[in-house]
C-alpha cells in the first residue's frame, strides 16, 4: 500500500477590525480546506459571512481550553493528508493565540506549514505608533498579578529595543502604572485602541500622561507600545567608573547584584572584579 502523503497545515490571518481587511487568499484557503480548526467557531461563521464563502470542510474549535486535547486530533488529520486550516478571532495564530502546539507537532512529523499573511496587532501599533520601528520585540500579555508584573518590567528595564504589549482594558491603567514606575514616567508610549476599527483611537504620550488618560477607563482591544531605554554607553574599566556606573543603576532601581552584573557586561569585565571595586 503506497504512503499516503502528508498534508499541509495553513495559518491564516484574519482580520483585527474591519472584515474589508481579510488577506485574499483567506477565502480561498477556507473554501477548499479539509478542516478549518476556529478559536471561536461563531466569529469564523460571521467572518464566512462576511466573505460571502460556504465551508465544505469540517469545522472543529480549537481554543486555550482544549488546544492540548485537540492537536493530537488535528496532527492525525494532517499525517492522513488532509489541510487543515487554522484561524483566531484575529491576526495570526499562535501570537498570542492558539496554534504554536499545533505548529511544533506537525514540524517534528515533517509537515509542511504555511501561513496566509495579513493584519497583525503588533505591526500595525508599532507602525502608527510614531515610536522608533528599526529595532523591536513583542512582549506579548504582562502577568496578572502585581509582583510577577513588577519582576517582569523590571528585567526589561534596559531593553533597548521598542516593545510591544498586549493589554486588556481593564487592566490597561495598572499596566501603564507599573510601566512609569519601572521606567520612569517621562519614557514615551502609545496606547492603541480598537485598531482598524470604527472607533480607533492612539494615544500618545509619556507613561505619565498615559496613566493620567486611563484612570477615566479604557474600553476595546488594546496595544501597548513603548519606547526602549537610551542606548548604554560603554563603561570605563577603572575602578572610579565602574563604581559610579554602578550606583546609576541602583539609582533607577537595579538591585546592587543586578547592577554589577550589568555594568560588568558593558565594560568587559568579570562580575566578580566589578564586585571587588564596588565592595572593597
Given amino acids: 500500500m503506497p504512503d499516503v502523503p502528508l498534508g499541509v497545515l495553513v495559518l491564516a490571518a484574519t482580520p483585527i477590525g474591519q472584515a474589508g481587511d481579510a488577506p485574499p487568499r483567506l477565502a480561498a484557503e477556507l ?25 465544505t470542510g469540517r469545522v472543529v474549535s480549537y ?25 483566531t478571532d484575529a491576526g495570526m ?32 501599533a508599532l507602525a502608527v505608533s510614531g515610536l522608533p520601528v528599526d529595532r523591536f520585540c513583542f512582549e506579548g500579555f504582562l502577568p496578572r498579578k ?5 519582576r517582569r518590567l523590571s ?6 529595543r521598542t516593545m510591544v504589549f498586549f493589554e486588556a482594558p481593564h487592566r490597561t491603567e495598572a499596566a501603564l502604572a507599573a510601566m512609569a514606575q519601572a521606567w520612569g514616567s517621562d519614557r514615551s508610549a502609545a496606547v492603541c485602541r480598537e ?18 488618560w486611563a484612570a477615566d477607563g479604557v474600553r476595546g482591544e488594546v496595544t501597548i507600545v513603548v519606547t526602549g531605554a537610551p542606548v548604554q554607553a560603554e563603561v570605563g574599566t577603572d ?19 543586578e547592577a554589577i552584573a550589568d555594568v560588568a557586561r558593558r565594560a568587559g569585565l568579570p562580575k566578580r572584579e566589578v564586585y571587588d571595586v564596588v565592595h572593597r
Avoid: C, M, Q, W
Wanted: proline fraction near 5%; aromatic fraction near 2%; avoid cysteine.
Fill in 239 to 257: 575602578p572610579e567608573s565602574l563604581k559610579a556606573a554602578v550606583a546609576e543603576e541602583e539609582a533607577v532601581g537595579a538591585t546592587r547584584k
Fill in 195 to 212: 485598531l482598524t476599527k470604527t472607533h480607533e483611537e492612539v494615544r500618545r504620550g509619556p507613561l505619565g500622561d498615559l496613566v493620567a
Fill in 155 to 160: 528585567a526589561l528595564a534596559r531593553e533597548d
Fill in 63 to 87: 481554543f486555550e481550553g482544549n488546544e492540548s486535547a485537540r492537536t493530537p486530533v488535528l496532527l492525525a488529520a494532517l499525517l492522513t493528508g488532509e489541510r487543515v486550516v487554522l484561524v
Fill in 93 to 124: 495564530p499562535s501570537v498570542s493565540d492558539p496554534g504554536y502546539r499545533l505548529v511544533v507537532a506537525a514540524v517534528e512529523h515533517g509537515i509542511v506549514v504555511t501561513a496566509v499573511p495579513g493584519p497583525s496587532a503588533v505591526l500595525t
Fill in 146 to 150: 502585581a509582583g510577577e508584573r513588577a
Fill in 31 to 55: 473554501s477548499g480546506a479539509d478542516v478549518v480548526a476556529a478559536e471561536d467557531t461563531r466569529r469564523l461563521k460571521r467572518l464566512t459571512n462576511d466573505l460571502d464563502i460556504t465551508l
